[in-house]
């Protein structure tokens, strides 16, 4: 099947018929990246930034395009498309839109990336204030398109940032605001990721924290309060009926990254619990109800020299090959990126791990107490004569599945106060080649992109999307 350059809508429909489709689609030439002003102690808007990663090309590795949004304090944080495989059949829908969240100050900004794949334009602001009084929901972060040509929004709470008031929001294809996905009475008790795989009418969502928490910076007192999730909630889909909730103890800490298996058939997915620092596995039963199983544990390090005697890896971003062979997750404060293999989902196996940043680098003052008593911190090499800033975070995965691009920011607060240089030196982006055959990672030192050297100074770069699409925004149906 043929696509347009970049990797645009096809004849039948934006996307690929099936995941392996994907796997044969051209190569990434261009990345977007929410990149964040907010809490950096500059006055001045976020904006999405347009990366040229053609290997080609005299720009390559660089900043080709700032759009600035209009307003400031925003915190752009994730984004989506507002179409893409899911459907796949439709001839005139297009990947065209991209749709930014604003995690901070709940709006919505659509951005029009087909006039000019290199430098897209604002197509449409979505205001909190319509929003909530719409639907009363407030802190959007998840976005994806649906079959229906509509976009579901999860949202974390009220505008008061009250766990609450989470719940989905529904944009119709013109981006108007339909009003709340799930059934009166069905809302979560926390917001944060969500994935469907309508072949098993199932759509899974995970659960963060309280706005009002989160929002400041993280309090370990706020999980005794009750202000941080633990669930996972199992909807029915697309009837928006809460049918169970999951509750992963203490071993689910934040869970939140949630993905299915890609294949549509599958019934099996993972969600990353952060501060529990375990990749849990959810699957369907016998019986038609969903049941978990930890299946990878981080252990923490004891260390010196830091806030707490044991420091958590904070599993804070996974992703999974459109082949469903490899998944990769990164421990942002421990430092590392991992791939594991996941022929047999029930069993992953460590494939690879790079050291790229955190806080128990070399040069850092946090030591790690080993198990023969000498104390130990990880080597991190510099890439083109740069030190790695900050812990790896947010990834993306080439639709081959042979190049990773890693992000190191968080949360503006949440940055703030576990790598307090970071607004000041700015985020970069690596990336990172991928065996796909036996398993294995290393990082690619022509590749490097400085947010610390930005125009407007150094920024925070997050989330990562391709115009064609990829692996953590396409689902098919």
């Not at 370990?220 to 029915?236: A, I, N, P, Q, T």
Request: aromatic content about 10%; overall charge negative.
């Amino acid at each position: 099947m043929g696509t347009i350059e970049g990797g645009g809508c096809c004849a039948v429909g934006p996307g690929y018929g099936t995941p392996l489709d994907a796997t044969k689609g051209p190569r990434e030439s261009l990345l977007y990246v929410t990149a964040v002003y907010t809490g950096t102690g500059r006055s001045l808007p976020d904006y999405l930034a347009t990366v040229d990663v053609d290997p080609k090309s005299p720009t390559f590795s660089k900043v080709v395009h700032r759009l600035p949004v209009p307003h400031v304090d925003d915190e752009l944080h994730h984004s989506g498309w507002n179409s893409c495989s899911s459907c796949h059949g439709e001839k005139d829908a297009e990947r065209r839109y991209l749709v930014l969240p604003s995690l901070v100050s709940s709006r919505i900004y659509i951005v029009d990336t087909l006039k000019d794949p290199k430098a897209p334009v604002l197509h449409k602001v979505i205001e909190a204030e319509d929003i909530y009084e719409k639907t009363g929901l407030a802190f959007p972060h998840t976005a994806h398109c649906l079959a229906s040509g509509e976009i579901m929004i999860s949202c974390l709470g009220d505008k008061e940032g009250r766990a609450q008031g989470a719940g989905f929001l529904l944009l119709d294809g013109e981006f108007n605001i339909k009003g709340r996905w799930e059934k009166q009475g069905h809302s979560p008790s926390f917001g944060y990721d969500f994935w469907y795989q309508p072949r098993h009418k199932t759509m899974i969502s995970s659960s963060w924290g309280a706005p009002s928490a989160f929002t400041k910076g993280f309090d370990l007192g706020d999980l005794s309060k009750g202000l941080y999730g633990r669930e996972l909630f199992v909807y029915d889909w697309p009837g928006g009926t809460l049918k169970q909730t999951i509750d992963l103890g203490d071993t689910g800490l934040i869970p939140l990254e949630i993905r299915f298996l890609h294949n549509p058939e599958k019934d099996t997915g993972y969600v990353a619990c952060a501060l529990s620092s375990t990749l849990v596995r959810f699957f369907k039963k016998d019986d038609s109800t969903w049941d978990h199983e930890v299946v990878v544990t981080v252990s923490p390090l004891k260390v010196k020299n830091w806030i707490l005697p044991e420091m958590p890896g904070l599993i804070t971003d996974l992703l999974i090959s459109l082949d469903d062979r490899f998944l990769y997750f990164v421990n942002w404060l421990h430092g590392d990126l991992r791939q594991y293999n996941i022929d047999d989902p029930s069993k992953p196996v460590l494939t690879g791990q790079l050291w790229l940043g955190g806080l128990v680098s070399k040069g850092s003052k946090v030591l790690v107490e080993s198990s023969t008593g000498e104390d130990w911190q990880s080597s991190v090499p510099p890439v083109q004569g740069k030190k790695l800033r900050g812990g790896p975070q947010m990834l993306q995965l080439s639709l081959d599945g042979k190049r990773l691009y890693v992000t190191n920011s968080l949360f503006s607060s949440w940055d703030n106060q576990f790598y307090p240089g970071l607004a000041s030196e700015g985020s970069h982006i690596l990336q990172v080649d991928c065996d796909t055959q036996k398993g294995g990672l290393a990082l690619n030192h022509d590749f490097f992109v400085d947010f610390g050297e930005e125009p407007n100074g150094p920024a925070l770069a997050h989330e990562m999307r391709y115009p064609g699409g990829d692996c953590t925004s396409d689902i098919w149906v």
